[in-house]
């Protein structure tokens, strides 16, 4: 009974900070969309050649596509945390979430659904609404053969988005690292996003990584995975514990820093 | 000639500073190249003899993997070249008119000049920084014919560098100017994939979709894609077409933005820059 009231007021508690930032996204609706488009064109430009020059076009979209969506979720987590931490701090927004008592965890939680629904999704239909006509394939293509694998990316990439965005967070408040650093982090993030666990050197550690384990799960909804899905879904569970774990700690470890420290101006 | 040499002066001094953010777009831009030959073979076990055998057949000529690799490190260099113009010229002109900057060069100069000579600084210190990652990395793949190689198409990224900022001032000293638009910061941000997705880039011009190519038209870079991809594929002889369409290109750029520029400058002048 306890549990299920203290499940109850964690639910009730994101969806307050989802409401929130829902109407604080509502400010940044062209760049939304600015965000949204500019992903898609990129994955486009890349995208048409690996498909032109694969053997089969049909395998390369759908190996590629949900790496796509895991790389642009996964990326704007990241970029909302030095936002969260650069922009928010001299504008002040920064001190008016602290004396709500919020922190990045939080900040990322409310941008959440809307970074996976109004920038990932529709990035990821334009892109591969662009490519089918270039490659000729039917838009069917695109309607996963497994609804529940796909439901279940969705929300293995809601604890990832969260997870990058604090890793970040982190790397931001106890070092001095730069913008352009955390540029290659994300660049690295990206490509392990589209690499398929096979292009790892072995399987555990192709699994490891959150962002691989989302986009294969993504595949097996549309059944182009490298690994099976009765090893999949046991590493989901596992992964998506001590992501959540790592989470929660570097979320406490942040806190305790900006608490005793603050947070620096940088421009 | 002093202004060019001032604003010569100013890239360098600023170049220095930004030195990080040029490394991670070179590493973007070879990776973007790389991905496309071996990006197949790592996600869909495509062998890299089928990518290069495919690409052959797209540009009609017999590749050998060397020759597949130099095509497309060589073009990456149009994603750097093409980031680093746009994003620079989009952010001098927000710092000039938000900072109030431009209200000291109108002192001294016509924004029409201002804006030229920046153009030029910018190109000739932009192009070689852009690209210089190419010397190492055509070594690696053709010794110092590959150097060679870079040699003779500097002066396509140098008249191409030029033509796109000359592109990005009719675009953008108009809206910064003429129109209210604040954030004009981020207008590269989607410009500039969307000339490289319709520009084509790593596969000919012709592939690509007509509503793509669209926008990439107005811009010089489908041309200099072209111009690149049958230089590096030795077919000088199909130059002339391209090189025509970019002087037309250049003169309608020229054209205007020195009638935008003018209309901006009257405005500034009288109500001042920062104001309008």
């Known amino acids: 009974m306890m549990c299920v009231r203290i499940l109850v007021r964690l639910v009730r508690r994101a969806l307050t900070l989802m409401y929130i930032g829902f109407r604080l996204s509502l400010y940044y609706i062209p760049l939304m969309i600015m965000y949204a488009l500019s992903a898609a064109l990129w994955f486009v430009f890349i995208l048409n050649p690996v498909a032109l020059l694969a053997k089969s076009k049909s395998q390369a979209l759908l190996t590629f596509l949900p790496g796509l969506l895991t790389a642009i979720v996964v990326s704007c987590g990241m970029h909302e945390s030095t936002e969260f931490l650069r922009f928010y701090v001299r504008q002040g927004i920064f001190d008016m979430f602290r004396e709500c008592g919020l922190g990045v965890l939080h900040y990322l939680i409310a941008n959440v659904l809307f970074d996976i629904f109004v920038i990932g999704m529709p990035s990821y239909l334009l892109s591969a609404l662009i490519v089918l006509y270039y490659t000729g394939l039917s838009p069917t293509l695109l309607i996963p053969h497994s609804i529940t694998m796909f439901v279940l990316g969705l929300a293995a990439l809601v604890i990832s988005h969260i997870l990058f965005g604090m890793i970040v967070a982190c790397l931001y408040t106890f070092t001095t690292l730069s913008e352009v650093w955390l540029g290659m982090l994300e660049a690295f993030v990206a490509v392990c996003s589209l690499l398929p666990v096979s292009a790892f050197p072995s399987t555990i550690a192709g699994l490891a990584l959150p962002v691989t384990l989302v986009t294969e799960i993504m595949r097996a909804a549309y059944g182009t995975n490298t690994v099976p899905t009765n090893i999949l879904l046991p590493a989901l569970a596992l992964s998506g514990a001590c992501q959540i774990a790592a989470t929660y700690l570097m979320h406490k470890l942040c806190e305790r820093h900006i608490a005793k420290r603050g947070v620096p101006l940088r421009w | ?276």
């Not at chain 2, 129109?179 to 690509?208: C, D, N, Y």
Request: glycine share 4%; net charge positive.
């Open chain 2, 1 to 276: 000639m002093r202004l060019l040499q001032a604003l010569l002066y100013r890239e360098i001094t600023i170049l220095k500073k930004r030195f990080p953010e040029i490394i991670t777009l070179w590493i973007f831009s070879i990776l973007f190249g790389l991905f496309v030959i071996y990006g197949p073979s790592v996600l869909l076990n495509t062998s890299v003899e089928h990518v290069v055998d495919r690409l052959s057949m797209l540009f009609g000529k017999k590749l050998s993997l060397e020759d597949a690799l130099t095509l497309m490190f060589t073009l990456s260099a149009v994603i750097s070249m093409t980031t680093m113009t746009m994003s620079d010229f989009a952010q001098q002109i927000v710092d000039d008119k938000f900072s109030g900057a431009i209200d000291h060069v109108l002192l001294s100069t016509t924004l029409v000049r201002y804006y030229i000579s920046y153009a030029i600084a910018l190109s000739i210190v932009t192009t070689p920084v852009a690209t210089i990652y190419l010397v190492p990395l055509l070594y690696l793949v053709k010794g110092l014919g590959g150097v060679l190689i870079y040699a003779y198409l500097l002066p396509v990224f140098l008249l191409s560098c030029i033509l796109l900022s000359l592109y990005a001032s009719s675009i953008i000293v108009p809206l910064a100017y003429l129109t209210k638009i604040q954030r004009l910061w981020i207008l590269p941000s989607i410009i500039v994939p969307m000339l490289l997705a319709g520009s084509g880039v790593f596969i000919p011009l012709t592939i690509v979709p007509l509503f793509l190519k669209l926008l990439a038209y107005t811009s010089p870079l489908p041309e200099t894609c072209t111009i690149l991809q049958d230089m590096l594929l030795r077919a000088a002889g199909k130059l002339a077409l391209p090189l025509t369409l970019l002087t037309m290109l250049m003169v309608l750029y020229v054209l205007l933005y020195s009638g935008t520029a003018k209309i901006a400058e009257a405005r500034a002048r009288t109500q001042g820059a920062a104001l309008t």
